[in-house]
Nanobody, 125 residues
């Protein structure tokens, strides 16, 4: 059974940092492209960052609002992908999801096969 489990969501003040983890069981993430999406109440799911399953693990940054603040990385030994979020702003308040697909990164949520349950990030003073 395949499972993606996000963790690391929390309440943080503006300017703070969080690191979200996406830990997998039942699949080896090295073979998958892994994307982080986010979704606020009443909003469509938005693609944030993706690390592709090519030889270079090419990173795709889909959200202009997070450029220079968010990064994505893999830890193959832990079968985990991370989303490091720095200088968090109130507008970053959302539920963050990781998702996996066997093909290269693609910025459409219906292109992904496996999803985690979501991690809630709240940025507030």
């Amino acid at each position: 059974q395949v499972e993606l489990v996000e963790s690391g969501g929390d309440l943080v003040q503006p300017g703070g940092s969080l690191r979200l983890s996406c830990a997998a069981s039942g699949i080896t993430l090295d073979f998958y492209s892994i994307a982080w999406f986010r979704q606020g109440l009443g909003n469509e799911r938005e693609g944030v960052l993706c690390t592709s399953n090519d030889d270079d693990n090419t990173i795709h940054n889909w959200a202009d609002a997070v450029k220079g603040r968010f990064t994505i990385s893999r830890d193959s030994a832990k079968n985990t992908v991370y989303l490091q979020m720095n200088d968090l702003q109130v507008e970053d308040t959302d539920i963050y999801y990781c998702a996996a697909r066997l093909l290269p990164c693609f910025n459409r949520d219906d292109a992904y096969l496996y999803w985690g349950q979501g991690a809630r990030v709240t940025v507030s003073s």
